[in-house]
Structures are given as C-alpha cells and as structure tokens.
C-alpha cells in the first residue's frame, strides 16, 4: 500500500510532541488524517510500542490544545504492509480558532494547512475563525490574550460584597463555557488594551494644553481614575444669599458620573480608537466610538429607551451598583440641568457619539452652543438667510442632522424661521 502526503494527509515517522500542531492545523481547516509509523516516502515504519504512543498521543492532544479537541479526533491502530501504525483521524471542529494552550491565541500557537504543511496562521486568519465561531458581539469573542489578571476587579467585586470566582466569572461572561477568556474579561482586566485620553484646554478652544493624561487598565480602573481627575478640577462656586451661603459645581456631579458611565459601557470595543475628553473653561466634551445602537433612534435615546450594545459589560456595571437602572442615564443628565439657560448637547454620528456639558455657573450668563451650531451661525454672517440644504453642505451633515441643528438654533433664538415646508429659510435673529 503506498500514501502520498497532501493537504489532507500528513505522515510521522515516530511519536513527536509537534503532532499536536498537525492536529490543530486540520481541526482549524478541513480536517485530515494524521499516520504516526509511516515515513515521508508513505512506506510503513512501524510502531514498536502501539499502547505506549496511543497513550502519548492521547495525553498531548487532551492537555496541549484549547479549545477541548478531543471530541472530534478518532485513534485507531491499522496494519500496513505487515506494520502497525497509529491513525489519528481529525474532523473540523466547530470551536476554531484551536490553539496550543501554552502559546495562546496567536500565530505561534494557531496553526492551519497549507498544502502538506501546517503552518502559522495569519492575525487575520485568526480574528476570521474567532468571528466565525463567536459571531460578531465583541464582549462575546475570545480574547487573543489569555494571560489576564483582575487585581482591580477583584477589589471592585470585593467592596460591593460580589463573589468574583471562576464559576461567577462564566455567569457573567468574562469566559465563555470551556473556560477561555472573552474581550468582556479582557476589558475588565489589568490588561486591557483600550484607553482614554483627557485633555485640559486653557479657554474655551484646543489653541493651548495645560495638561494631559492616558488612562489604562481595567475598565473599572479607568472610571474611578477618571472621575477623580475630572472632579480635581470641577470647582466649587459660592453664592451669598442673605445669610446663607450657596455652593454650586461646575458640573452636576451626577451629569459627570453618568456620561464617564454611558461612554465606557456603550463603546463600541471592536475599534482601537480611545475615547476622547477634553476641559474647556466653559464645557466638557466627551466622545467615543460608537454611534446609536441599530434600531435605536436620537428621540427613542432622549425617551430613556436603551438598548445596550455591551450588554455584559452593562450588567457587571448593573451588579456592582456603577448604574442604578438601563435607559435612566440620559433622562438624569438633563433633570440634572433643570433650571441652567445651557444644556447638555448630544451629537451622533454613525460611528461616534459626542456629549457636551456645560459649564453650570458659566452659562448662567450666555447660552453655550456647539460646535456645529457655532459653524451655521458664522455661516449666517456672510449671508442673508439659508435653507436647510445649505447646513447639508457646508458641515458635511446627513438630512437629519441638519435639522437637529437648526431646531437646536431656534430653540435657543438665535436665529428663526421665515417661510413654511419647502420655503423655509433661516435668518440670524438679531
């Protein structure tokens, strides 16, 4: 009898540690047929110890590669040419990406078949299988790094008297059901690859840093961090009243806790970009990655209607009191404005989200606008009226948008309407 090795078909003269990777490679590709006792010419070599490798065999593939491969490998001893030989018959698993458990992961510990070769597979390759397999829910896909640790999360979980063992971590979906790490658990980890960037900005432009900060770590790690540094310069303002004296943030400290909350937990994860604040003497703005959640609309947002785009990421959150109910965060940062002439202002986008917050003792004096209305009204100085159209044009902006800013205009008067539906056109309102 003579084999010929190919994609499907790989030959061991002897037992070797590597068969794993033969192993891995067919359950991430097609699958195939391993033959340890057959020499790279396909002539039979023989096994001297048939149990003894069998056992070898069996061991390494149950101990060496993860996701658990062993339901879909077969071991069976055939005799060729008066020799006997091991066959290890390996299916496609329905786990890929399959990988060696002490590499992790990553091409040096993911193989797949080239030909008659198991080689390493692609970054690309990998992130392919792993979305394949886990669907397209970030918080839900395996993690590329599997070293993770929760120093700061088990001190978080602690405090709130929530038990944080291997079986709650599965519960919640920082693993998934065969023990391996999910980006849920890599975000809520010491390792977590996703930041923040604040600026502080002299003014009310980005013309001059006065200072600047990353912040990095566990998630949970990153909102302690970063509400303590904004409220190091959320200052106290007093006001004597008669005998009484009245002291008013900058900021609703309510309206802080809540956007630095929505922006962490609604980010959209499967992009690297940090999220991104910056202080101005008169505002905060906050913007992150990520625009509405699929049918989800701005006036549904306002409503308090809520659909979490993490939705593991909002229940831990949920579970260690961070947020009190889903959908309440929007309605309780305007409540928290009740009473101040500026409001917070909400701009999205199809991939961002951008949340203003006013200074409250700043805009006790003057009406705060933002960066687009700011940008119609400069565009209303060189002429003598526009129409929605012209909004659509000059600020790059969809329908929607465009007339979001207007209303937002006339709501605030400085400017107003002449004409009705198609005619209407908008004059500064001086």
Known sequence: MSL???AMTEFKREYTSDIVKTVIAYANTSGGTLYIGVDNSGGAY????IDEAMLKATNAIRDSVKPDVT???DYAQEMIDNKAVIKLIVQKGSSCPYYISSKGIRPEGVYVRQGASSVPATETAILRMIKETDGEKYEEIRSLNQELTFAYAEKEFKLENVSFGKSQQKTLGLMNSGGIYTNLGLLLSDQCVHTVKLAIFEGTSKAIFKDRREFSGSLLKQLNEIYEFIDRYNRVRSEINGLRRLDKRDYPPEAVREVLQNALVHKDYAFSD????????????FVSI?????GITFDDMMLGISIARNKNLANVFYRLTLIEAYGTGMPKIMQSYEGVAAKPQIEVTDNAFKITLPN???ASERVLLSENEGAVLELLENKDFIVRKD??????LSQAMAVRILKGLLSKNEIRAVGN??????????
């Open 46 to 49: 023989g096994v001297e110890d």
């Open 360 to 362: 409250t003792n700043e």
């Open 290 to 294: 990520g625009g509405l959640v699929r």
């Open 274 to 285: 940090s999220t991104l604040i910056s202080i101005f003497d008169d505002r905060i703005e």
């Open 71 to 73: 339901m879909f490998v």
């Open 4 to 6: 010929i090795e190919n």
């Open 421 to 430: 539906g198609k005619n209407t056109r908008y004059v500064l309102n001086k």
């Open 391 to 396: 909004v659509e044009s000059a600020l790059s």
